[in-house]
């Protein structure tokens, strides 16, 4: 509907615009409950609210325009409106929303788990669907279970994670996480999980390989003494994005995946965030040739559209849960959406859109320039520390970069420097203190040079009037 059509003069658009940006911001703070967010703080704050996309960029009721520069929560691929994907959901509409996959097959599933097969790790062979990244997990850590179960070594109940490590926000995806801050509070709640320091060089009195070795050394010494109670090991592989962009040291994965071998404990990895192009391969188990036994998606995989994800796994975990019904191996899990034909359509989409655009071979000179870039943040002031692997990165703020002493985190010095650049058109969300820079992999190099080009500026300008403000 065109909204000028309603409006008796058009020189009033504006304000009757502002009007409405109001009465919805006003509907907002009365009904909505918003994810991760401190309410009190949002009823005193005058939020953005977005009505459309456009490629990478979202636009607000008043028309304003952001690039979308951590894509719409890490997740979106190709842009916003983008016709095959538009074309995809709305060809599959004309066919069925959803139909379930209790006990009946769905073509765009059948036909989206084997493009997942062909794609991912050659080990990987099979394909649960699920709705979230976390509820990937979730399954992710049930399947690992009852395979332990059904194969009749019962005493291995136990997971390994990494402290610090994020896998989603459900009970089964908290009690292997390990942010304090998010899931402190819940801890009576979950079941016991072996953790790990993960390898974090800045924080780290040390070598970047020493720190590697570190953690290695730790996972190896549990794996030992509790030979025959470890199920599996659980990482975010080369980056652990939501504690504020950790990037592993080289050879960390290969090193954790040699040692579950070694011990015959499966590998979880948890590609919901670097999933899909993110780390310049599609997936980030290829830079280190690491064959996990169960993978999980989410995030990327149907562009950023839907809420779809998926856990594979080998044909010896699958093989596993086969057996008479007398036996009870079945997997007894499932959700209402699982496979959904729109997610599903919108992947297939989506992946064909990564061989037709070239989006893998476009991603070397992306990451060239986000490394000058990050290079020169590295030296300006309150800049800690810069890491990024492929179109993942983040600046971390500091108080006294000698010492790398943090501000303190009630004063949000990340969220105010994000507030700052939403003027500039740049729209981030940060983490804690560490500014997250995640645009869309397939934006095109003009803007991603402009959206670093306003995050220095903002840095080099706002940062230092936002610290004396506090
Ligand atoms: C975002 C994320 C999840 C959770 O995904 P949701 O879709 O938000 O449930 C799990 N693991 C990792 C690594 C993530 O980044």
């Given amino acids: 509907m065109n909204l000028l059509q309603k409006v008796p003069n058009p020189l009033s658009y504006y304000n009757y615009m502002k009007g409405l940006t109001q009465k919805l911001i006003e509907a907002d703070k009365k009904y909505v409950w918003h994810p991760f967010t401190q309410m009190s ?72 788990a084997e493009r997942l097969v062909q794609i991912t790790p050659s080990n990987l062979q099979k394909v649960f669907y699920s709705d979230s990244g976390a509820t990937s997990v979730e399954i992710a850590i049930k399947m690992v279970y009852q395979f332990w179960q059904n194969t009749g070594q019962k005493g291995r109940t136990k997971f390994i994670a990494l402290e610090n490590s994020y896998h989603g926000d459900t009970i089964g995806a908290v009690s292997v996480g390990g942010i304090s801050l998010f899931h402190g509070m819940f801890k009576p709640l979950l079941f016991e999980t072996f953790f790990v320091p993960a390898p974090h060089p800045y ?37 652990q994005g939501a504690v504020g962009m950790i990037v592993h040291p080289k050879g960390f994965l290969k090193g954790v995946r040699e040692l579950t071998k070694e011990h015959d404990v499966l590998l979880i990895v948890d590609e919901v965030a670097t999933g899909f192009g993110r780390t310049g391969k599609m997936f980030a188990c290829e830079h280190e040739d690491v064959q996990p036994d169960i993978m999980c998606l989410g995030k990327g995989i149907t562009g950023g559209y ?29 959700h209402t959406y699982t496979g959904n034909a729109l997610g599903c359509a919108a992947a297939l989409a989506s992946l064909e859109l990564f061989e037709e655009n070239k989006i893998l071979e476009s991603l070397p000179a992306k990451i060239s320039l986000i ?66 820079v995640m645009g869309p992999i397939a934006i095109d190099m003009e803007l991603l040079e402009k959206m670093l080009g306003i995050i220095k500026d903002s840095i080099e300008k706002d940062l230092p009037r936002i610290v004396k403000s506090i």
């Fill in 41 to 112: 703080d949002w009823f005193g704050s005058e939020p953005v609210i977005i009505e459309s996309g456009e490629g990478f960029f979202l636009i607000d009721t008043e028309g304003k325009r952001y690039i979308d520069g951590v894509s719409s929560l890490w997740c979106n691929v190709h842009g916003h409106r983008v016709k095959k994907i538009d074309d995809a959901i709305c060809a599959q509409l004309e066919k069925i929303g959803h139909s379930t996959l209790l006990g009946l097959g769905q073509t765009k599933s059948i036909q989206l």
């Fill in 203 to 239: 924080r780290f009195d040390g070598t970047a390989q020493a720190c590697a070795d570190k953690s290695l050394d730790k996972i190896g010494d549990l794996l030992k003494r509790h030979t025959g109670e470890i199920a599996a090991v659980i990482v975010e592989p080369l980056v």
């Fill in 306 to 334: 839907l809420p779809l994800a998926a856990t594979l796994t080998t044909q010896e975990v699958f093989d596993a849960f086969l057996g008479g019904a007398a036996e009870h191996k079945t997997f007894y899990h499932g």
């Fill in 371 to 436: 490394d000058e870039v990050f290079e020169e943040l590295a030296g300006l002031d309150y800049v800690g520390d810069v890491r990024y692997r492929g179109m993942m990165g983040g600046i971390e703020l500091v108080r006294d970069k000698a010492t790398k002493e943090s501000f303190p985190s009630e004063k949000q010095i990340g969220a105010r420097l994000c507030g700052a650049m939403r003027p500039k058109e740049v729209m981030l969300r940060p983490l804690g203190d560490v500014i997250v």
